[in-house]
């Protein structure tokens, strides 16, 4: 089984300060995305990488593929209290068909 | 409007009681998916199908089935529930591009 490890668990940090949350594995993935789950409902996609070393950014996130494409970074830079939510990554792997979502990260941005 | 919709939404059932979760997308995604959320321990994949008839296991499939007759819908079947297939359950669809859409989850417990 795949396995997918977040860290921190945990994140609360003060309104205008930086982050960055990170995903990593033992194994290859196809791709990798990231989501943001608000409580009571499903996740929502971020965005997805697919190339090694690949770099995306989203207004104030930035998103990182590892070369080797088994690990990936999400920094968010000057965190606002709309950021608050658990963030996902989900590497896709057998064709795209199996989603392996990691342990997941909880922030709390406080104003 | 796009959207994944899951029936019911919550649901409390004794062990051994048949039960089914319904799951439709409007959306002609050919790939669906079920998964399910538990503290710590993230989102698993239970069952996932890349079309009509056409399904496979994810992580965590003992104790569920699935079926696809339509393109449409993809249906959860619990067909006899134990406390431990307790939990919050997301059905998603995917389209070509990889845009996984998630449904609101159905919370479950089972006594």
């Known amino acids: 089984t795949q396995l997918l490890e977040q860290s921190p668990q945990f994140l609360s940090i003060q309104e205008g300060e930086n982050l960055t949350v990170y995903c990593n594995s033992s194994?290859?993935?196809?791709?990798l995305q990231w989501y943001r789950q608000e409580p009571g409902e499903g996740p929502v996609l971020l965005v997805t990488v697919v190339t090694g070393g690949e770099v995306k950014k989203l207004k104030r996130l930035t998103f990182q593929f590892g070369d080797a494409r088994k690990d990936s970074s999400l920094h968010i830079t000057a965190a606002q209290p709309g950021d608050t939510g658990l963030y996902l990554c989900a590497g896709l792997s057998g064709g795209y068909q199996k989603v392996t979502f990691g342990t997941g990260t909880k922030l709390q941005v406080i104003p | 409007e796009a959207q994944v919709t899951q029936n019911p939404r919550y649901l409390i059932t004794v062990t051994g009681k048949k039960l089914t979760v319904t799951c439709s997308q409007n959306m002609n995604h050919e790939y669906m998916s079920w998964y399910r959320q538990d503290p710590g321990l993230g989102l698993r994949q239970i069952y996932y199908?890349?079309?009509?008839?056409?399904?496979d296991k994810g992580d965590v499939p003992e104790g569920y089935k699935v079926s696809r007759k339509e393109k449409r819908n993809f249906p959860l079947i619990l067909e006899s529930p134990s406390p431990n297939q307790t939990s919050l359950y997301f059905c998603?669809?995917?389209?070509?591009?990889?845009?996984?859409?998630f449904g609101p989850g159905t919370r479950l417990l089972v006594l």
């Open positions: 199908s890349m079309n009509v008839e056409v399904t």
């Open positions: 194994s290859v993935f196809s791709s």
């Open positions: 998603a669809s995917r389209s070509p591009a990889e845009t996984q859409y």
